[in-house]
């Protein structure tokens, strides 16, 4: 399922809201990144949020946003502190380049106000240094939004290899992430533009969807640093994508497992696939809702899945229970994955860029 219907669906279904509790009072930072647009269409579904401030320093893509979903004008700010200090939000949801997410959560910090951001956390190691650095002087919290972590196929995942270890130890993973490319599906213009630059960016195709792969075996692996990160990238369609990579394969060695990243804008079809294969068996993820498995003395089977606990099931509801305190961040969203994350992703910069293993260890940042 696309990822803006699923949001819709999410939004509107699983509201939050006790009775006597105020709606969250969220800010958004940056208008760039265009999963916005799907944000704003489907929070203006929900009672249990409200977009109390925009923040954008582009006054003609607010104007776009604010004739697109019948704004106020007076909702809308050119400079971030500025708006921090008058709206005064409990949380902000970050829609800026990947760059620029350490200059929000900096700014958020300073004030105690806690983040979200879409993926992926930072383009390098100091970045996602300062990031970490600021959330711990502020005692906030920093939440990464991947569409991938609120799948029901993830979670029935994690239940069956991790929980009740139905397959035995986790020897390979597999993830095979992207769709046909920017240009191709068509993002808007201002999105177009830091997807293919490599500062604000990081990459092409290594960092918009290697970062999904990364993030599932992080999860998988316990937050456990890899021993290697091996990389190959290429650029198939020049003429689009001059400055960046539009092709990336990425070997992650662990002591005892090996995971496979395959992230792309040459696709035939969007995609966002996961399999991981232990001693005894396996599970492959086709989505979000779809979950294939193969256990010792069986043929393969598909599983039907659960819907997700309320404030696990979209951004919002998770964003809304951490930060009314109702549950701490952990796992997929959590700053401490995305840190190995960034690791690993720079690690297959560097290694695509000079031919070379990139040796991690495994041993603590």
Request: charged fraction near 20%; charge should be neutral; aromatic fraction near 8%.
């Amino acid at each position: 399922m696309h990822m803006i219907v699923r949001l819709a669906m999410a939004l509107s279904i699983f509201p939050l809201l006790a009775a006597g509790e105020e709606p969250l009072r969220l800010c958004i930072a940056g208008l760039v990144h265009g999963h916005v647009d799907g944000f704003l269409r489907a929070a203006a579904q929900r009672k249990d949020v409200q977009i109390a401030g925009i923040f954008d320093p582009d006054k003609a893509l607010q104007q776009r946003y604010a004739q697109r979903y019948g704004l106020a004008e007076s909702v809308f700010f050119t400079d971030l502190g500025g708006m921090l200090e008058r709206v005064k939000p409990e949380a902000v949801a970050s829609f800026t380049s990947t760059f620029d997410h350490a200059i929000v959560v900096e700014a958020c910090a300073k004030r105690h106000i806690h983040v979200m951001m879409e993926k992926p956390l930072a383009v390098n190691m100091d970045q996602a240094r300062a990031i970490e650095r600021a959330a711990h002087a502020g005692g906030i919290q920093v939440i990464v939004n991947y569409e991938t972590t609120w799948y029901p196929s993830h979670a029935a995942m994690w239940r069956l290899i991790k929980e009740q270890k139905a397959a035995g130890d986790i020897r390979k993973m597999v993830a095979m992430d992207g769709h046909q490319g920017p240009k191709e599906i068509g993002v808007g213009p201002e999105f177009f533009a830091w997807l293919t630059d490599p500062v604000k960016n990081g990459a092409g195709a290594l960092f918009d969807f290697g970062c999904y792969g990364a993030n599932l075996m992080t999860w998988m692996m316990d937050n456990q640093r890899p021993v290697a990160v091996t990389a190959i990238t290429q650029t198939t369609k020049p003429a689009i994508y001059a400055r960046v990579d539009d092709e990336a394969s990425v070997l992650v060695e662990y002591p005892r497992a090996q995971g496979i990243i395959q992230a792309s804008w040459n696709w035939p079809f969007n995609r966002k696939d996961f399999e991981v294969y232990g001693e005894r068996g396996y599970a492959i993820a086709t989505g979000g809702d779809a979950l294939h498995v193969r256990l010792p003395d069986g043929q393969e089977e598909a599983r039907k899945l659960e819907p997700l606990p309320p404030d696990e099931h979209d951004s919002l509801s998770y964003l809304t229970a951490v930060v009314r305190g109702k549950r701490p961040p952990s796992g997929l969203s959590s700053l401490e994955n995305n840190m190995i994350v960034t690791e690993i992703l720079v690690a297959a910069r560097e290694s695509a860029r000079t031919g070379r293993t990139i040796r991690l260890g495994g041993a603590a940042r």
